[in-house]
């Protein structure tokens, strides 16, 4: 496996009284692309969100680059979302007021690159992705793939390292979904950015180096949450610290 | 399941244009990229059958050398067969006798719990690993349409076999809890 990019050591969550994680511990490797499955409400948008610094764990450790990450101050995790990250969600994140092309330039402008500048490594990514043409749309003018396709530039315009996308192909049809997705991992590739997908679907993970299944905020080593499993047997193994300390093997 | 009636894929291949024997083989591999390739014994074998059965016709007054050289047209019965084959629907295959499913109920039957589960998540990894593979190949950018078409059709099956241990899995889970109770 490559160099370690991103880790989470005994990652802990609750909402309220109700467990999210129970103790996850998965790497990232430098320009790997990771699929995080699993069944409705078995974490994995709570392991993103974890991840990427959006939400604090309760215990245990999220580190990027060697460095402890969940323990930075909230301005410190977001402006790590504005350059070494980027996010990119089911729908809905595009600003509907602005056309395409402002869209994609926004996160350089947060950043303090001038608009002009801004706007012209924008329009290099429209057309990377195919989708120039739609550069002076505002997104309800858009199909749902172009939507993807600029809300995907404008995740990666900043060019993070890590690049999380959660359900990103949901609410897309097969054929469109697949483009969008085609287009994730062919310039992802280009620019050697690592994945972190969050899916429920298979056929959407086959996409992906390598699959981390949870289930019940658990790793969930069999990938079916093996109902007879008994919990000493998941994480047999002499390195094992535990069955809900169960390390993935990278493959 | 049916077995893919060869003389019906030529008369659709010829039904384009006519063509030779070598054209043939080389047109049926490229649609049917997932197939087993033909043979040209089996090509050659097959058009002189489908010639004494008049589907089809050697293209032109003449033939020109020996049979490899000959270009084949559709004949009018030729057309007809082929229609009649469209116009017939495959049975939508129960698959309810796949070695898959015997295995898998077997496993959770007679099997104790460690083995079932170790098989059970070999076969779904293999059928993971399998549906990479697959996505690796229909994402190349040199894939032809065929591979594409041959490999979705592999993916969506694997697919469906994968959702359907996961439920199954739940499903025993439920009935165990419910026994238990």
């Known amino acids: 496996m490559t160099e370690v990019l991103l880790a989470a050591r005994g990652v802990v969550k609750s909402y309220g009284n109700s467990p999210a994680l129970r103790g996850v511990t998965v790497d990232v490797g430098e320009g790997e692309i990771v699929a995080v499955t699993g069944p409705s409400g078995c974490g994995k948008s709570t392991l993103l969100y974890c991840l990427s610094g959006i939400m604090r764990p309760d215990a245990g450790e999220i580190s990027y680059r060697g460095a402890r990450l969940d323990t930075r101050r909230e301005s410190e995790r977001s402006a790590l979302r504005r350059g070494d990250f980027g996010v990119l969600f089911q729908f809905g994140q595009l600003v509907a007021e602005l056309p395409a092309v402002d869209n994609v330039a926004l996160p350089l402008l947060l950043r303090g690159t001038r608009r002009r500048e801004a706007r012209s490594a924008a329009m290099v990514w429209l057309d990377r992705l195919g989708v120039a043409d739609v550069a002076r749309d505002l997104p309800g003018e858009m199909s749902g793939g172009q939507a993807q396709r600029v809300a995907l530039g404008r995740a990666l315009v900043t060019e993070p390292h890590v690049l999380f996308a959660d359900e990103p192909t949901g609410a897309l049809d097969t054929l469109t979904g697949e483009a969008v997705l085609g287009h994730i991992v062919r310039v992802v590739r280009e620019q050697g950015t690592a994945v972190v997908l969050v899916t429920h679907e298979a056929t959407v993970a086959a996409h992906a180096d390598r699959e981390v299944a949870l289930r019940d905020g658990m790793l969930d080593p069999t990938g079916l949450g093996f109902p007879m499993a008994s919990p000493a047997a998941v994480g047999a193994g002499p390195a094992a610290a535990g069955p809900r300390h169960a390390r993935t093997s990278g493959r | ?181």
Do not use: N
């Open chain 2, 1 to 181: 399941m049916c077995a893919v009636s060869t003389a019906h894929v030529l008369l659709g291949l010829l039904s384009k244009h006519p063509q030779h024997g070598y054209e043939l083989k080389q047109a049926h591999d490229a649609v049917l990229p997932g197939a087993k390739p033909l043979a040209f014994g089996q090509v050659y074998a097959t058009l002189g059958r489908m010639e004494r059965d008049g589907l089809v016709a050697p293209d032109g007054a003449e033939r020109v050398g020996g049979p490899d050289r000959t270009s084949f047209r559709v004949t009018t019965v030729g057309r007809t067969s082929l229609d009649a084959w469209l116009d017939e629907v495959e049975p939508p295959a129960p698959h309810a006798s796949s070695a898959l499913l015997a295995k898998v109920v077997v496993a959770l039957l007679a099997a104790d719990s460690d083995r079932a589960r170790r098989y059970l998540t070999a076969q779904r990894k293999a059928h993971t690993d399998r549906l990479r593979e697959l996505t690796r190949a229909k994402t190349d950018p040199h894939a032809g349409v065929g591979a594409v078409i041959a490999a979705d059709y592999a993916i969506v099956h694997l697919d469906a076999d994968l959702r359907w241990l996961a439920t199954t899995l739940a499903r025993v889970a439920d009935l165990d809890e419910e026994i238990r109770q």
